[in-house]
């Protein structure tokens, strides 16, 4: 029985880690841009320079 409320207190303490790591995220403006990530995959990419010989 006793382990039942240790494991118990430990998923308590997770999950509440996991609250305060969410809150975090969206005080820190981190799910802001929802667009963008979507059509990134659309932008060409720049092209490259050639390696220079020296």
């Known amino acids: 029985m006793e382990i039942i409320f240790g494991l118990i207190t430990i998923s308590l303490i997770v999950a509440i880690l996991f609250l305060v790591a969410f ?32």
């Open 23 to 54: 809150v975090w995220a969206v005080r820190t403006k981190q799910y802001d841009d929802t667009y963008t990530p979507s059509v990134r995959m659309l932008f060409e990419d720049e092209p490259m320079d050639p390696p220079q010989k020296p």
